[in-house]
């Protein structure tokens, strides 16, 4: 959608408050918190301090699967160079043994960070639904300058004229009716 | 009086000024000079390519390698340019993790000339193996010849797993931190009907949009990422250190090599990051505004620890040569500064330890023409740092019916000047096609140092 101008939808998903000020929009994610809204988010252009706790959104649970992809990682590392160097095809290197774990010690070092990392960029993109083709863009500036708060249709205090009215009275600089989010 | 009570960026700009002026960047027609400097880094990288196609065509007679001394030129600058990638790491990592707020506005460079440098260092062991369309032997895959694995146990093999995962951490770090930055120029380009920019920022920016849902994850996966690097990039130039420690020869077998090749590493990467950012600030006058005389300050005071750091292993090296009272240790480093290559090692010395006490005075730390000048000697004084361990240990070692000398060839030249070719060729792509400050962290510290700013 433009930003020029409001389009006529059939469908209504939401009600999209775009603010000017980095305060503002903790502001008002707080008041539409105590106001009773539960389904709502915002778009800023970084992450605003503080706002996590304002919209109401968890700690992120991504590094639980850190942690896994990393332990795999390790497990995967330890049996590739034991499997390889002790099993499949044994060859006498220096006399050291056969399974001489402390050599091996960066293979599987490097392997757990490997694992650890990609994994977590994955998963980050997997949460956040990305790759997204076309996304929707309710104003262009929010990737900018401008914050934007969210209130969805499907929210239990979601009342059109309402929640245009209480957007607006936070200050915001234009509200747009959304038809996807 | 620290720079946490200044402002980072100069010019009292708002958020929406950091997205044009960075944004413009990327969306202006390429400037005049740097098309001249595109085009000479163009001809040094055809130059790289035509020498690199004769040794891998014609042979690796054409370089110096010989017998005693095997490991020539390709080992030298391959260690430079993994040496120089370090200190991107150390910006984008190991300075986030320390919440130094003064990183944001270099730290997307410098993580760039990690990746380029990486890439380039890439290159020369692969030519140093001689025959390098087998270099995929070096991996681990099931094969038809036995299968015959690679041998887990060389220091040769650590560093390609080193190698490529760090290369892999790197750009994957690098791009995560783009994403909102491209979402940035996606909108841009939407809003002003710009339709091949659009599609093509799109697809960069794989959909993001900022959502406070989607921040949380992207934060926690970027503190993440650098914790990972942190261990990573130490990781990393240990293990290129092993290639040699591991080694019994006299002058590479001490186990100070590590964290001497760590330090030694910052120290170059963090002169070829006020390298590049000197030319970017004449390059790119805007720039001046986001890295400013205190972000050179702050690097070249690192430059000054860290070559303190190598100073120190240089001497204690020495120390322990004599104390050791192995007489071949004790040879290998009466040869390194008084043999046949005393003027390498002199060089050495003089570049990375005298040089560098300049930074002890204030105005010649905050002086752009002379720390210029200062980091072109280190990167010159880290290069023959590597070839004096390289070159100075392989020469003359236990027995004297081994001993020879190496001399470099055009060849050797060849590839060390025109690596440089493919390196700035890269890295000037990159200023022109990619926002160069990260737009999305640089705002969150315009409130540094101002009035009620946190």
Known sequence: ?181 | MSLLEKPLIKGDKSPKDVTEDIAHLVEAKPHLKWLWMVLSAKSMLLFYMVVVGCIVGIGMGLMGVNHPVGWGTDIVTFVFWVGIGHAGTLISAVLYLFRQKWRTSIARSAEAMTVFAVMTAGIFPIIHTGRPWLAFWLFPYPNQRGPLWVNFRSPLLWDVFAISTYATVSIVFWYVGLVPDFATLRDRAKKDGRKIAHGVFGALSLGWRGATAHWRHYEMVYLILAALSTPLVLSVHSIVSFDFAVAQLPGWHTTIFPPYFVAGAIFSGFAMVVTLMTLIRIAVPKFKDYVTLDHMELMNKIIMTTGMLVGYAYASEFFIAWYSGSKYEGYAFINRAFGPYWWSYWTMITCNVVIPQLFWFKSLRRNIPVMFVISIFVNIGMWFERYVITVTSLHRDFLPANWGLFDMTFYDFGALIGSFGMFFTLFLMYIQFVPAISIAEVKPVLGTGKEGGH
Not at chain 1, 24 to 36: N, T
Not at chain 1, 69 to 89: D, E, N, P, Q
Not at chain 1, 123 to 130: P, Q, S, Y
Not at chain 1, 163 to 172: F, H, N, R
């Open chain 1, 1 to 181: 959608m433009a930003s020029d101008g409001l389009p006529i939808f059939t469908k209504l998903d939401g009600m999209m408050a775009v603010f000017t000020e980095e305060h503002q929009i903790l502001e008002a994610a707080r008041k539409i918190k105590e106001q009773g809204y539960t389904v709502f988010d915002a778009i800023t252009p970084y992450p605003v301090h503080g706002l996590e706790e304002a919209v109401g959104v968890k700690r992120s649970w991504i590094p639980w699967v850190t942690f896994i992809a990393g332990a795999t990682g390790c497990i995967f590392g330890t049996w590739l160079t034991w499997w390889t160097s002790a099993v499949s095809w044994p060859i006498n290197v220096g006399g050291k043994p056969m399974w001489s774990l402390p050599a091996f010690v960066p293979i599987i070092f490097e392997l757990t960070i490997l694992f650890a990392a990609l994994a977590s960029v994955k998963i980050m993109f997997v949460a956040c639904g990305l790759p997204r083709v076309n996304p929707p863009v309710v104003d262009e500036d929010l990737t900018s300058h401008k914050f934007g708060l969210f209130i969805s249709s499907k929210d239990s205090k979601f009342n059109n004229e309402e929640t245009k009215k209480a957007l607006a009275d936070l200050g915001a600089e234009k509200v747009h009716e959304v038809s996807e989010y």
